[in-house]
Structure formats: C-alpha cells, structure tokens
Nanobody, 124 residues
Framework: QVQLVESGGGSVQAGGSLRLSCEAS????????MAWFRQAPGKEREGVAC???????KYADSVKGRFTISSDSAKNTLYLQMNSLKPEDTAMYYC??????????????????WGQGTQVTVSS
C-alpha cells in the first residue's frame, strides 16, 4: 500500500524559509516522478515542482529561484526547500507520485498517489 506522509509545514514571516518533507513507503522509491502541489483556500490545486526518476526538475514560474525540490533515495524521502517565502505561498502543500513513466509534469492527472498535506502559512 503506497503511503506518502508530509511534514515540515508551519507559520513563518515573509522572507523566511521552510523545508517540507514527504516520506514514502509501500513501493519502490524513485521509480517514477514525484511532485509537490499546493492548494490555497478557494483556489484550485496547482503544481509547484516536479522531479523525474533521473533527477531532472521542473518548477512553476511563481516559485522559480525560490523553491528547490530534491529526493533522497536512501531515506525514501522527497523534499521541498522553500526560501524567500511570500504571503501568496500560503496553502496546503501535498506531495504526490506517479505510477507510470511521465517525465516532468505539473499536471494533477499525471499523479496517482497523494499525501494528506501539510499547511504552510506566510504572514506579511
């Protein structure tokens, strides 16, 4: 049974940093692409960053240069380092994994398994 458990969310002031973690279990880690998504109240869930099984990355324009996605296969854990946070980054953040070879994608429909989310709140 595939499980994804996010952690690391919290409250921070604008300009601050947070590192989110997503611990995966129940499947062979790094077999497929993984990604981070976020959903703010009243808005649709959107893709933030993706990492492919060969380590390539893709970012939403809104987070380029501020967020970094990475993966540690030894720990079966996906990370999202978030720097220079802005109030508009406030959202529930979810990690997700594909179960097919998709390359780099920020599309919700490309990802089969999802975590429960971790809340990030950025105050001005």
């Amino acid at each position: 049974q595939v499980q994804l458990v996010e952690s690391g969310g919290g409250s921070v002031q604008a300009g601050g940093s947070l590192r989110l973690s997503c611990e995966a279990s129940g499947y062979t880690y790094s077999t497929y692409s993984m990604a981070w998504f976020r959903q703010a109240p009243g808005k649709e869930r959107e893709g933030v960053a993706c990492i492919s099984q060969d380590g390539r990355t893709k970012y939403a324009d809104s987070v380029k240069g501020r967020f970094t996605i990475s993966s540690d296969s030894a720990k079966n854990t996906l990370y999202l380092q978030m720097n220079s946070l802005k109030p508009e980054d406030t959202a529930m953040y979810y990690c997700a994994t594909a179960n097919l070879s998709i390359g780099l994608s920020l599309g919700l429909r490309d990802f089969r398994y999802w975590g429960q989310g971790t809340q990030v709140t950025v105050s001005s």
